[in-house]
């Protein structure tokens, strides 16, 4: 077909009551394959499922039917094999699709759209999509998680400082550390399976927003297209993106904490701190400073997540003012969503590569852990506990002690106990012993604190639950 044919095609799905075609630039920004193409499969699953329940209800006869059937296959194996004709005078995927049907089939093609609307294909086609791309980035968070238990498990015991406002605060162990990123993910994925929880109710047999008049099986088609059921409505039906929204929203919380560990990295990476090494494959030199090593991976998933971000809020934006029930506007949910689905993929399996390659600079980690004084509430919690001082007092008596050694331009532990002795006489041997980095993690045993032995339970329950599958 030349594609002035193609256009006639086009409107010979639409254009009974009009006279002219559609001008150049009409057909440009109102044509959608170029990216929709990429619901095909499941354009041609829900079609195969609507044509078998059609001939099922004695809608179809089953010559027809079986004509379909055969007809989609071979348009799936065009479409696979590369040698698909798409065409934008053909505007979208459902179009391109029966189009060619016809071609393949003849007349029977034309029977296919009986009580369907591209309103109810098109979302279901979407449905279908994200479902897909929800269960993919279940299985790519699955591997990052893998990834940072490993680690996280590796380095049960391996002290480094804590932060808040980037001001070094109490040592922390790097587990534990990896094992806070270990519950952000696993939110992530508990996120996901709940919108897919949602998502999964067929719209097919809304038709175009009102139902139709055919006695179609709607149970038939859900239950064919792996649904838990119909969409109890019509209207809502056909205008519901909500599961798109959900999908981006769930994905952008999970961008932005990738782009947290992202951000992790890139400040650990530095020569001030030298926590981690990145590996050759995830990093990159510069093309005038040899010394460089750049962790281009970290800051470009730190980058995405702006675009993750960005696509959620323009689909909110499109939604947000749609009167019921479809509307054109609805065509632009694919880019963002695409992009989303595309980026995530990427962020993902980087940063689960940064994670399993990243060489963690021990010796560096405790040396950092024990200077800026992280031991003074150990000193103020050894007061308390020995000396049953009002924590309001010993944390003043922490502070002279940090006070004096900071003025001596020494660590806590280097100071004499009669150097302590003066500040408070109470302070014996015994304290000085809490004053190691070892001695504070060891000491954080409560529930969910950072003690070795806790952050080895911790991976150990999170290995059982992701092995459980529950998020
Ligand atoms: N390409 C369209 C979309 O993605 C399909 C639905 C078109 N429906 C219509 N009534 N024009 O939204």
Not at 115 to 120: I, K, L, Y
Not at 188 to 205: F, I, M, Q, T
Not at 301 to 313: M, W
Not at 402 to 426: F, H, S
Request: glycine fraction near 8%.
């Amino acid at each position: 077909m030349t594609d002035t044919d193609k256009t006639k095609a086009a409107s010979a799905m639409w254009g009974g009551r009009f006279a002219g075609g559609p001008a150049a630039i009409m057909q440009r920004i109102n044509a959608s394959i170029d990216f929709d193409k990429r619901l095909y499969a499941q354009d041609i699953r829900g079609s195969k499922a609507h044509c078998r329940m059609l001939v099922k209800q004695s809608i179809l006869t089953a010559a027809d039917g079986a004509l379909i059937q055969e007809g989609l296959d071979k348009v799936l194996a065009e479409i696979e094999a590369g040698d698909f004709p798409f065409s934008q005078a053909l505007e979208d995927i459902h179009m391109n699709v029966e189009s060619r049907l016809g071609e393949l089939i003849g007349e029977a093609a034309g029977r296919l759209h009986t009580a369907r609307s591209r309103n109810d294909q098109v979302a279901t086609d979407f449905r279908l999509w994200v479902r897909d791309a929800l269960d993919g980035m279940d299985g790519a968070l699955r591997d990052l998680l893998a990834a940072l238990l490993d680690r996280a498990e590796e380095h049960a015991a391996t002290v480094m400082p804590g932060f808040t406002h980037l001001q070094t605060a109490q040592p922390v162990t790097f587990g534990h550390h990896m094992m806070a990123y270990v519950e952000m993910i696993s939110r992530d994925r508990s996120r996901l399976a709940d919108a897919r929880n949602r998502l999964n109710e067929c719209p097919l047999g809304s038709a175009a927003l009102a139902g139709t008049s055919f006695p179609i099986d709607r149970e038939a088609t859900a239950a064919e297209l792996g649904f838990a059921g119909p969409m109890r409505n019509s209207l809502d039906g056909v205008s519901d993106r909500d599961f798109a929204l959900e999908f981006m929203s769930a994905s952008a919380i999970c961008a932005v904490h990738l782009s947290r560990l992202a951000e992790e990295l890139v400040i650990w990476t530095s020569a001030q701190f030298r926590f981690v090494t990145l590996s050759d494959a995830f990093t990159t030199g510069s093309s005038i400073m040899p010394q460089k090593r750049n962790p281009d991976a970290a800051e470009l998933v730190r980058a995405k997540t702006g675009r993750v971000i960005g696509d959620l809020n323009a689909l909110l934006i499109v939604m947000k003012g749609l009167p019921l029930a479809y509307s054109k506007d609805m065509q632009d949910d694919k880019e963002p969503v695409f992009e989303v689905a595309d980026t995530m993929e990427l962020a993902i399996a980087a940063m689960a590569g940064m994670v399993r390659d990243m060489t963690v600079n021990v010796g560096t980690l405790r040396a950092a852990a024990g200077a800026g004084f992280t031991t003074a509430t150990d000193i103020a919690d050894w007061c308390v506990r020995a000396l049953k001082m009002p924590f309001r007092r010993a944390h003043h008596v922490a502070g002279s002690l940090v006070k004096l050694a900071e003025g001596r331009n020494c660590g806590l532990e280097d100071l004499t106990l009669a150097e302590m002795q003066a500040i408070e006489p109470g302070i014996t041997e015994e304290a000085r012993a809490v004053l190691s980095v070892e001695s504070s993690v060891n000491s954080r045993t409560s529930l969910g604190g950072t003690a070795p032995s806790r952050v080895r339970q911790a991976v150990a329950a999170a290995r059982r639950r992701l092995a459980e599958d529950a998020p």
